[in-house]
């Protein structure tokens, strides 16, 4: 039937006749049938074609005059005018600098090639003379499309001019238009090519030719109406210069000409630059503007979907609509890449024809070998930007979510935070993110796939006919079990992705927690979770890795069993089998196998991005704070600051547990509110009700004025005090000073080595509880808001500083400002102006101090509790304040100073800030980083990991055994297809077969065999890592920030576990097919060997020249990544804090710097990729088209026909191989860097063993408790000056020890010592005659009890917090919850021992997660006890509790406590007075009291300090 049709349509299809007489003539009255002869013959016949499109060509032409001559007359209409009208464009408007993308030079391009083409033909025409009609019509389009497409020239160059930022809209209506028109010209040449055989005039073929070649032309001109901007893009004068100031180094693509964007010259200097010397950081150009993180930020939150959509995958829908345009270009660059790929194995059988036959006409071999060449040369262009713009897609994707997903971070709600957790967020950053980046280089294969398989059916069929069915259903076969071993694979692979959420949220636990962990010598209870964890993601990584070997062997066997089939089914079919035949068809077979072999592979990675994207959804759909809970008003009028109105809140978004209700504020301006109340009462969550962080359920919320706040928790930035202080303001000296000194940090910042340039380590590491808290105050004082919500920052200070903050900050430099105080410090209460009480998230009582004494009740009771321990400071000999000594001064204050250092200080400067040591003033040193060629004892380390070189030795043997039989397969081909043989069908099928079976085995073996072995190695890297971080000394995480570690151990181990394996594997692969490929062509062109020496030193000095920059772009890609992760984690754990000052733009853009920097790397990297590939693929074209003209020239007596044929099935594909084995070689050398990096970890000098053998402690020890020190010196690294100088003293066994003194003395550095977290430089400490440093760490620390500073928690349940080790009942957990004051409150949970602990802790308040701190002590009952500020979070009502039950339960201990509440240590034994690293005083409380003391001054300073302020 359709040939009837196709038969019908010649007439019109072949016609060159231009009248309408036939039409005319007809008899047929109807309508419908004229309408349709008609349209036939317009949109058929080709002379009508070419009036249609000349008419719009002229018609265009008209349009464009008519405004041309608009443009001139209106020059003589306005007279008066200063500015000439010509100089205006015809259709555009100003003049503005400008940048000018590929999009310009593209079409600038296209429409001159159009333009020179239609010239070309014209003037053939009309130099071949005008005699027909047709011929006529014919010339007369090509010279009118011709003056078109000139025209349309100049008009893009006047746009350039003028920069003009979009095409005029009649330009892009013409090309619409013409190109459907085009397209009827290329249907209807295709049909004449296909159906009409050679009945069609001559003329009319080669038109038919000129018509499909330049289609793919047009069409690129429909791309750029579509999208509609020219290619320039305006810059302001202003932006220039300010661009070029902040950023001189942009990378050279952005103003790179069309030819070296094409070669990618433009990365000469980078790599010539890395060449010379190893790169650095500065020494990377930046990114060009188009692919800058803040414009994908900006481009991304356009596209996202607007609630009203109700979009169901918000994610996906958002990225097609920024990227959709990158994706079509892509998709025309593989379409012209796989129409060129066929051209090869075309020609295999002319080029066999040519040299078996007669060789008269040897310019038939020069046509062949130049249409291979040029073929060649559009392969390698088109593959090769097909891969860098797949990899610039990938680039920005990666750049908008990275970017997305921490501005979505910024606006978690607490609840949403806690859902995802730190460590699931990170890993959405650095592995889905990765994903999706990853993907874009297989999308295209899922639709290109099937245009391949049967663009190589159709030929098989075309040469090798029905036979090609047994190809088919094997390749059918192939793919339907492939697609579901991959969907299997997606379930593991989802399932892996959840468990190393899970392993990496329990590192970031670990990582967070270090010091607590080792101070209670629970390394190895984390190092089982985090194995067991780890075991889990191994068991689903193993069956991952195992299904994809077999999927690997399907693929990889494919070839051979698919020729052994189609050869097979030839043979019974007597198709005959010739060297032609069968080498085209071992062409197209190993054509075939790489589309079979990347579609699951191709798959898999969309899967993965799916599930990637899935998870994402869910992140980027979590619920956001609203920001219209709280009405906020700057510079207000009205006497009220904060109020409240019937308010009721929970942290959780559904509402289920309320934590405030009922809640009624008023607070005017300038006052001074205090929230008071027993622990748990809902204190810290009024202030973030006020600030808008908690779920509002009820109620109205009104701020009036600029707020600030301080965290009960300090939350300090790895950064300088200086940067911590000034928190993105501007600095203004005065106030800085003034900062300084209300907040009492001049003598810490004299104290420290480099002043306020000292830089804080990761959570404030290096600094004290006090250090900590006092900074975070000057951040906030320095912001000069209205109104500071302040979570108790009396807490972490010791009296004497608490005064003067008291004094010089909040009744001071903040006494014109609204405050609301939440503190435990009742002494400072009736200064205050408006009291709230507080008890089960409710407001018991409110108003002022002595209103709310008369009244007793809740805030009576704290009172009393209060007055009760200060019954002990007031009976003490000092307490009348008569004949009280001056404090003395410490010996290190009476030292003479300097000349220099007096007038120095005189100067007002700190002398710790210009007499700096050599040292450096960065805690955080720059990361580890290896320069040059990744070792050989690297690649020797991941070799013989696991199995020695043993496992090398079996994957080497079978890998050569692999390629050894397929090499004799195709030999046996070409020895039984020879003209001189006689072909036995059943021999050479047999023996095929045979050959092609070893093969199976072989690459099936491989696969497994390289799947065990890689996990094996994998695992072993993860253990020692572990097992090298957990013994890792504090001072490593002290100086080291988690983001490098968490970069280790999520990428880079992921990397170890299942990408280098795979390439490791596919390299050794293609070095031997290299080999075999460049064996053959060289046996059958022998000449060619000539060529091989320069060849392989060509390719040995590109990969030299390029690997000295790609390896050093890999390494500082890894280092700039964790700035990135660690980062986010850094702004989540202060997010309150950023969110209430306003900040979130500042971090913003810094995770946007931090990006760039990152995506640099990524971007010049991947440039370097395809500068490299280019070159080597155009090498390899070269060689082998040099080797046919060998073929060509030499007798077929030297080169047989059919070792023409083998040649050339080995050498087509050589400039794919030769680029991808140089290519894969370096991206192994550059994931090796991964191993590099974990090896580096590996290598971390290790603190003391955790058990000596010969120096166990016996099991009561310590028995009595009896401590020594003798001159304990102690710094915490070698080039850090002394923290504690020169310590002796005794404490007696049962001795309760009170240490005090000034925030940053050394208090906490002791206690540090005991456990030792710190080893000290010199001196002892004689525990029960037992010397501490020359026992193991764990029997040491296990042997004592300690509550740290600051309370920490881990995420399961309260059993787990309380007995992690499991070796208590519950009726002794519940004993140790009701002595410290916590059973009522975990009684009233439903889960009761088994409620819900998130990470950090977070949903207990600060007290509560200390009184757990001190639960979990109880329970241990050790022999010595450190209580290092203990009970600094807790009302004086519960502490009293607290240190009546330690007096009871301990009594038999000895117990040191630091404490900065005098009545915590006023009844101790003893006390001890640290004052800058000296033991000052170290007696009796009462004897300390008797006389001058600095013990005595502290007393006096904490009861009377309340007064007078």
């Known amino acids: 039937m359709r040939l009837v049709v196709v038969m019908a349509a010649d007439s019109w299809l072949t016609s060159l006749d231009c009248s309408v007489s036939s039409i005319q003539s007809s008899d047929d009255p109807s309508f419908v049938l004229v309408a349709i002869r008609w349209l036939k013959f317009i949109f058929l016949s080709p002379c009508p074609q070419r009036i249609v499109l000349s008419s719009l060509d002229l018609l265009f032409l008209l349009i464009l005059l008519i405004l041309a001559v608009k443009k001139l007359s209106s020059r003589f209409i306005k007279n008066g005018s200063s500015t000439s009208s010509l100089d205006k464009p015809l259709l555009g408007d100003e003049r503005p600098q400008f940048r000018i993308t590929f999009w310009f030079y593209g079409s600038l391009v296209v429409t001159a090639l159009l333009a020179i083409t239609y010239s070309v033909l014209c003037i053939l025409a009309f130099s071949q003379g005008v005699q027909s009609r047709w011929e006529m019509a014919e010339a007369f389009f090509r010279l009118i499309h011709a003056v078109t497409y000139l025209a349309i020239f100049v008009l893009i160059v006047h746009q350039k001019r003028f920069a003009a930022v979009s095409h005029p809209i009649t330009l892009r209506v013409y090309w619409a238009i013409s190109y459907v028109i085009v397209l009827l010209f290329a249907i209807t040449a295709i049909i004449r090519l296909f159906f009409t055989g050679y009945k069609v005039d001559l003329s009319m073929r080669m038109d038919d030719i000129v018509v499909l070649v330049s289609f793919p032309l047009y069409l690129y001109l429909l791309i750029v109406a579509i999208r509609g901007s020219s290619g320039i893009f305006p810059t302001s004068q202003h932006e220039a210069a300010e661009l070029i100031l902040i950023d001189s180094n942009v990378s050279g693509y952005g103003t790179a000409s069309l030819f070296s964007r094409a070669v990618w010259n433009w990365m000469n200097p980078l790599l010539s630059k890395g060449y010379q010397s190893p790169l650095k950081l500065d020494e990377v150009p930046s990114l060009p503007p188009d692919f800058r993180a803040e414009r994908m930020a900006e481009f991304f939150g356009k596209n996202w979907p607007k609630p009203d959509e109700n979009v169901k995958y918000p994610v996906l829908m958002t990225l097609i609509r920024c990227f959709w345009r990158d994706i079509v270009i892509i998709s025309f660059l593989a379409i012209v890449q796989l129409a060129v790929m066929y051209v090869g ?21 020069y046509y062949l070998v130049l249409i291979l060449l040029v073929s060649k040369v559009i392969e390698v ?66 639709w290109m796939m099937p245009l391949q398989v049967g663009a190589s059916l159709l030929l098989l069929y075309y040469y ?156 980027m759909t979590s619920r956001e704070l609203d920001h219209k809970v709280v009405e ?182 903040l006494k014109d400002k609204t405050i609301v105080l939440v503190t435990h410090q009742v002494d400072f209460l009736h200064n205050a102006d408006h009291i709230l009480v507080m008890r089960d998230g409710k407001i018991v009582q409110s108003g002022k101090y002595d209103g709310l004494v008369e009244l007793g009740l809740d805030f009576g009771d704290l ?92 994957v080497v043997i079978i890998s050569v055994f692999w390629q050894g039989s397929s090499m004799l397969s195709d030999y046996w081909l070409a020895y039984e297809t020879s003209k001189d043989h006689i072909f036995n069908p059943s021999l050479f099928i047999e023996v095929y077969s045979f050959i092609a079976g070893i093969c199976c085995i072989c690459v099936v073996v491989r696969s497994f065999l390289v799947a065990f072995v890689g996990l094996k190695t994998a695992q072993r890297f993860f253990d020692q890592i572990l097992d090298s971080i957990l013994h890792a000394p504090m001072s490593f995480f002290d100086t080291t920030p988690s983001g490098r570690i968490l970069s280790r151990a999520s990428t880079d181990q992921a990397y170890v ?25 060289c046996q059958s062109a022998w000449p060619t060997i000539f060529l091989i020496i320069p060849l392989v030193w060509l390719n040995i000095w590109y990969r030299r020249y390029y690997i000295a920059s790609s390896r050093e772009l890999t390494r500082l890609g890894s280092i700039t990544k964790a700035p990135i992760l660690h980062h986010f984690s850094e702004t989540i754990s202060g997010i309150m804090t950023v969110r209430c000052f306003r900040k979130e733009d500042k971090f913003f853009q810094g995770n946007i710097e931090r990006v760039n920097a990152n995506l640099r790397m990524d971007f010049h990297s991947n440039a370097s990729n395809e500068w490299l590939g280019l070159r080597l693929e155009f090498i390899g074209s070269i060689l082998i088209c040099i080797a046919t003209i060998f073929m060509v020239l030499l007798p077929s007596f030297v080169i047989p026909p059919e070792y023409v044929g083998l040649a050339l099935s080995y050498g087509l594909p050589l400039n794919g191989v030769l680029f991808w084995t140089v290519s894969m070689s370096c991206m192994v050398e ?130 787990s917090n309380i007995d992690p080790l499991e070796q208590y009942s519950d009726d002794e957990i519940w004993k140790s919850l009701e002595r410290c004051q916590l059973k009522d409150v975990v009684a009233a949970k439903p889960e009761k021992l088994d409620a819900t602990v998130v990470e950090s802790g977070d949903n207990w308040s600060v007290g509560q997660r200390q009184l757990l701190c001190l639960g979990r002590v109880m329970l241990k009952n050790s022999k010595i006890l450190f209580m290092d500020e203990a009970t600094a979070s807790v009302d004086s009502q519960t502490d009293a509790v607290i240190q009546g039950i330690i007096r009871e339960d301990f009594a038999a201990c000895t117990i040191i406590t630091i404490a900065h509440r005098i009545p915590t240590v006023i009844d101790c034994d003893r006390v001890l007075v640290i004052d800058d690293g000296w033991a000052k005083e170290f007696e009796r409380p009462a004897n300390l009291l008797e006389r001058p003391s600095l013990f005595a001054s502290l007393v006096q300073e904490y009861s009377n300090r309340s007064t007078g302020v």
Request: glycine share 8%; net charge neutral.
């Open 863 to 954: 009172v009393a509790a209060h007055e009760n321990s200060m019954d002990l400071v007031e009976n003490s000999p000092s307490a009348s304040g008569e004949n009280l000594p001056q404090t003395p001064r410490s010996p290190h204050q009476l030292t003479p100073k300097s000349p220099q250092k007096s007038q120095e200080e005189a100067n007002g400067e700190s002398s710790s800030l210009d007499q700096k040591p050599k040292g450096s003033s960065k805690l955080i040193e720059d990361e580890e980083r290896e320069t040059g060629h990744v070792s050989f004892d690297v690649y020797k380390q991941y070799f013989t990991e696991a199995f020695g070189w043993w496992g090398v030795a079996a």
């Open 1230 to 1359: 550059n994931r090796m860097v991964s191993v590099e990096r974990i090896k580096q970890f590996i290598r971390i000098p290790s603190e003391a063993s955790w058990r000596i053998a010969n120096c166990l402690p016996s099991s009561d020890w310590p028995h009595r408790g009896d401590i020594e020190i003798n001159n304990l010196k102690v710094r915490y690294r070698s080039n850090t000056p002394l923290v504690l100088k020169g310590i002796s003293l005794r404490i007696n066994g049962g001795e309760k020890i009170g240490i005090v003194g000034r925030t940053g003395s050394g208090k906490s550095t002791l206690i540090q010592v005991f456990f030792r977290l710190v080893e000290p430089s010199a001196g002892t400490i004689i525990i029960d005659g037992v010397d501490i440093c020359k026992l193991g760490l764990h029997d040491l620390r296990s042997r004592f009890g300690i509550i740290p500073q600051e309370p920490v928690l881990f995420q399961g349940t309260v059993r």
């Open 345 to 365: 194995p075309v020609l295999i059988q002319s080029f066999i024809s040519f040299t078996s036959g007669d060789r008269t006409n040897p310019s038939e071999g």
């Open 464 to 619: 090798m006919g029905v036979s090609m069915f047994a190809a088919f259903v094997l390749i059918v076969g192939a793919m339907i079990s492939t697609l579901l071993m991959t969907r299997k694979n997606n379930e593991f692979q989802f399932q892996l992705m959840m468990k190393r959420d899970s392993r990496m949220k329990a590192i970031n636990e670990l990582l967070g927690n270090m010091r607590v962990i080792k101070f209670q010598a629970w390394e190895e209870h984390f190092k089982e979770k985090i194995q067991s964890l780890r075991n889990e993601e191994f068991s689903w990584l193993s069956k991952f890795m195992y299904l994809l070997s077999c999927n690997l062997s399907v693929l990889w066997s494919m070839s051979q069993v698919i020729a052994a089939c189609t050869f097979g089914a030839a043979i019974l079919c007597k198709i005959p089998l010739d060297a032609a035949t069968v080498f085209t068809a071992t062409t197209v077979f190993r054509i075939l196998q790489d589309p079979i072999r990347t579609f699951p592979q191709s798959l898999m990675s969309v899967s993965q991005a799916m599930v990637s994207l899935g998870r994402l959804d869910g992140y």
């Open 1057 to 1081: 576990d299942f990408l280098i394996p795979l390439f490791l594997s596919i390299v050794l692969l293609m070095y031997f097919a290299l080999i075999g490929m460049l064996f053959i062509t």
């Open 381 to 446: 262009l088109t593959s090769h930007h097909f891969s860098f713009q797949s990899e610039i897609l990938g680039m920005k994707i990666r750049s908008s979510l990275i970017t997305t997903l921490y501005k979505k971070g910024l606006r978690l709600t607490c609840s949403s935070r806690q859902a995802h957790g730190v460590g699931q967020i990170v890993n959405y950053m650095a592995v889905d993110s990765q994903q999706l980046s990853d993907m874009m280089l297989q999308l295209h294969s899922l």
């Open 632 to 813: 906020r008003e700057v510079g207000c009028s009205g006497r009220i600051a904060v109020e409240v109105k019937d308010g009721t809140f929970s942290w959780e978004d559904d509402g289920d547990q309320i934590v405030l209700k009922d809640i009624n504020v008023e607070i005017q301006k300038g006052e001074l509110a205090a929230i008071v109340g027993m622990v748990g009462s809902g204190k810290s969550s009024l202030l973030a009700s006020i600030l808008g962080e908690l779920h509002k359920l009820s109620g109205e919320v009104r701020v009036c004025g600029s707020t600030a706040y301080v965290a009960q928790t300090s939350w300090i930035q790895n950064a300088t005090i200086q940067e911590n202080i000034l928190f993105g303001s501007p600095m203004h000296n005065k106030r800085y000073k003034d900062v300084l000194r209300v907040c009492s940090l001049d003598k810490d910042l004299e104290i420290l080595e480099h002043g306020d340039q000292t830089e804080i380590g990761e959570r404030g590491i290096n600094l004290s509880g006090g250090q900590k808290q006092r900074i975070q105050l000057a951040r906030a004082v320095y912001q000069d808001c209205d109104i500071y919500l302040l979570d108790d920052i009396f807490s972490a200070v010791d009296a004497q500083t608490g005064s003067e903050i008291f004094k010089e900050c909040v009744r001071g430099a």
